[in-house]
């Protein structure tokens, strides 16, 4: 399923203030690709699959899913922490989409254990989420969303809670279930390597409010393992989208701290002066 965005902007509005999170985003992630998008901090990363999962409502522009079929569900979302019921098992949190379809009992729970097999976690069908380690929570929770069967699956820094080799083996399994059965895939991640490792095309946003700069194509042969992170095609791609954000983050952060922009003369001149009163 193909993903047309036109325009997409989004304010905030809480009491007297207003948050322009994301001005005019165009962009179309094509079927079956695995898309990742990077940025500074606050740009609007996470409002814009908010918005694509229609958990918010945009202020302005389209967003059209276009694909051959329409089924029930078309978006799932995985979130930086898993989301799991507690209370449930690591059965019982997986197929809350077709349970939410009301498909039959003995349907879900095939599909639960099918997608427990795909993520290697089936011999922990009836531990709790409490029994489980973060790596394995995100597991359950991209189980939950395979489980749904969706035509797009968003993912908002799906892996930035796990430590770092539980984080190269996650990115590995992610890419052998995507090898699998495609699907269309957006991923927002702060990790521009993991961005590399894992998508066709990565578009690179603007400091707030979040606009698409440049959409970088990555070619790095695949199947990719930890083994083409050396490759000379892997470490070009990731310097040249670390050069593209590397403005943007800076300018983000001197947004976020005024005292690191610099001043104009006139003013640094007055500054000096009065010193630190002034
Ligand atoms: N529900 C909300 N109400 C008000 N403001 C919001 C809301 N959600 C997000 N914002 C604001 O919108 C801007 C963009 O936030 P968003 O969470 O989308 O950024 P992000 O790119 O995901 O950041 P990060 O990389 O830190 O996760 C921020 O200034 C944030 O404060
Ligand atoms: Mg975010």
Known sequence: MRVVIHGLSKEFVTGQRKIHALAGVDLEVRDREFFGIVGPTGCGKTTLLSILAGLEKATQGSVEFVGEKR?????????????????????????????????????????????LEVVRLLDFSSAHPN??????????????????????????????????????????????????DKKTVILVTHNIEEAVMLCDRIAVMSAA???????????????????????????????KIWELLRYEVDKAMKENHPSRVERPPEERARKSFLGWWG
């Open 71 to 115: 089924t029930q569900a078309m978006v799932s979302m995985v979130f930086q922490d898993s989301a799991l019921m507690p209370w449930r098992t690591v059965e019982g949190n997986v197929p809350l989409g077709p349970e939410f379809r009301k498909q039959p009992a003995p349907v879900y729970k095939r599909v639960a254990r099918f997608f």
């Open 131 to 180: 029994e489980l380690s973060g790596g394995m929570k995100q597991k359950v929770a991209l189980a939950r969303a395979l489980a749904n069967d969706p035509e797009v699956i968003l993912m908002d820094e799906p892996f930035a809670s796990l430590d770092a080799q539980t984080r190269l083996l996650l990115r590995e399994e992610l890419l052998r279930i995507w090898e699998r």
């Open 209 to 239: 409010p979040g606009v698409v700069k440049s959409v970088i194509p990555v070619d790095v042969r695949r199947p990719r393992t930890i083994k083409s992170m050396s490759d000379t095609d892997f470490v070009r791609c990731v310097e």
